[in-house]
């Protein structure tokens, strides 16, 4: 496994790297290839200005987008089996705990601007409507589930056996109420299979800004194809996601606490009725002040960025009907995509379950406590024996995502274009508590986790010790989208 340095060394380079590298592959094929028709797909798509024709052009674009995510939630935990001879046998494995599931529903607003020949500006803003999500005991097995006192060894979880409840971070522990239903801030009763739902969030996630220039266009110049690059900046100016499981329904932000800085390009090139098109693109995330993503001041703390990301995107546009001289036509899409997302801090599908309230720095009776540990106060809420309750970011391991979308594309005319798609995205397993105990500054070969010098802050031995973390599977995004644009 890489150390810290050698991540954060590839995570500067790889992605730059990467994309230079299959960009100039792909722009050196696609330009090998005679066109026999002008023309740009939906990647390439950039507005003009101070053409002989069209003095400026202004497009309005209204879209929908439902997104359904679902993931298994495992935890490292000690397991003692019994072999067929009697004897016992004591080892680490990752055991079944909880089942993720969150659907959002975002109305996005985009307005782009021709500000010189081959050069668009646009500003966009994506409003949630909602966003909720939901935590259940990992049930999956249905009519084959075993529960703790029955036999054989048990296969699913309830109340009686979840390491959540376990572990103090959720109340509950083999009881007939537990968990929190922060809608309605009171505890779930048995036998439901749900044990926590945060509250409904909604409101603006960024205020984006872009600028795209595309440095060769087909339509002008049939010998080249249509290469786009492109910047994007999108600004956190709604409110940041927190939660206080003392107050759950207090913040319903969507805010993620950073900026992003994104650099893309795309190329495409139309060849009798086919357009195939390749984008690539890297994410720079920039911590806002007061953000959750905080850098402490002492300590070896192994990571403070959010994640950064790097992706790449190749499809194909297939005309199906089109009438040039009435601008319209019928195009059928197919796209395969990838991204990387490189170590760092994320909100992971348990951040509300692990956030901590606010007032447990100042009372410790609002802190939550690990029930294993002797005294009962080195639980997720201290570092060490100091009160501290968790943000609920953790440190998360690098990951990748695969996925695949397919659409229709339709121009009515020189006015009105709509586009629909429907896609899947899958994430590789990954841990999502990963944080290192810290840095060894004074060479005695090991991490002194009573030397505040050394110690990393965001360190918890209950999540972060190998043998205790927690590791996303199983991954599935479903999305639908579908969007409208009048274009002047």
């Known amino acids: 496994m890489l150390g810290s340095r050698e991540r954060r060394w590839f995570a500067s380079r790889a992605p730059r790297l990467a994309a230079a590298a299959v960009l100039s592959s792909v722009v050196w094929i696609l330009t090998g290839v005679a066109a026999r028709t002008a023309g740009a797909a939906e990647a390439t798509r950039v507005v003009s200005a101070f053409d002989d024709d069209n003095r400026f052009d202004f497009n309005l674009t209204l879209s929908f987008l439902h997104e359904a995510k679902s993931a298994f939630i495992k935890r490292e935990s000690t397991v003692t089996l019994t072999n067929a001879n009697g004897d016992s046998v004591t080892r680490n494995e990752l055991v079944r705990d909880l089942q993720y599931k969150q659907t959002r529903n975002i109305l996005g607003l985009r307005a782009d601007f021709g500000v010189l020949r081959d050069v668009g500006f646009h500003v966009e803003a994506p409003i949630v409507l909602t966003d909720d999500r939901e935590l259940d005991f990992d049930q999956s097995l249905g009519g084959d589930c075993t529960y703790p006192g029955q036999v054989p060894v048990p296969s699913c979880v309830n109340a009686q056996n979840s390491t959540l409840l376990r572990d103090g971070i959720l109340n509950g522990y083999g009881q007939g109420s537990y968990g929190l239903d922060a809608n309605h801030n009171r505890q779930y009763q048995a036998p439901s299979q749900t044990v926590f739902s945060g509250p409904t969030r909604s409101g603006i996630e960024y205020l984006g800004l872009g600028l795209d220039w595309a440095i060769f266009n087909q339509a002008r110049d049939d010998t080249k194809p249509t290469f786009k690059i492109g910047f994007d900046a999108r600004l956190d100016v709604g409110k940041d996601m927190r939660f206080d499981p003392l107050n759950p329904g207090g913040n319903t932000g969507v805010g993620l606490g950073y900026h992003q800085l994104i650099w893309s390009t795309s190329v495409s090139r ?17 911590r806002d002040s007061g953000s959750p993503f905080q850098a402490y001041p002492t300590g070896g703390q192994s990571a403070v960025n959010p994640q950064q990301e790097a992706g790449l995107q190749i499809g194909v546009e297939q005309i199906a009907w ?95 274009r709509f586009r629909g798609l429907v896609g899947l995205t899958i994430d590789t397993p990954h841990f999502i508590t990963f944080a290192n105990a810290g840095v060894d500054k004074d060479g005695s070969g090991s991490v002194e986790l009573t030397n505040p010098n050394e110690k990393n802050p965001t360190y918890r031995e209950i999540i972060d010790n190998p043998g205790r973390r927690f590791r996303v599977e199983g991954t599935q995004i479903w999305s639908g989208m579908f969007e409208g644009s009048l274009m002047f």
């Open 270 to 286: 139309r060849f009798r009725s086919f357009d195939p098109y390749f984008g690539a693109w890297y994410t720079l995330p920039v």
């Open 322 to 416: 089109e009438k040039p001289s009435a601008q319209q036509r019928v195009t059928v899409e197919f796209r395969a995509h990838m991204q990387e997302h490189f170590y760092g801090r994320s909100h992971s599908e348990l951040w509300e379950a692990l956030s901590g309230s606010p007032q447990c720095a100042s009372d410790v009776t609002k802190c939550r406590a690990d029930p294993s540990m002797p005294g009962a106060n080195y639980g997720i809420d201290f570092d060490g024996s100091t009160p501290s309750p968790h943000p609920g970011v953790t440190e998360t391991e690098a990951y990748a995502s695969f996925g695949g979308n397919a659409g229709l594309n339709i121009q009515v005319g020189r006015y009105i």
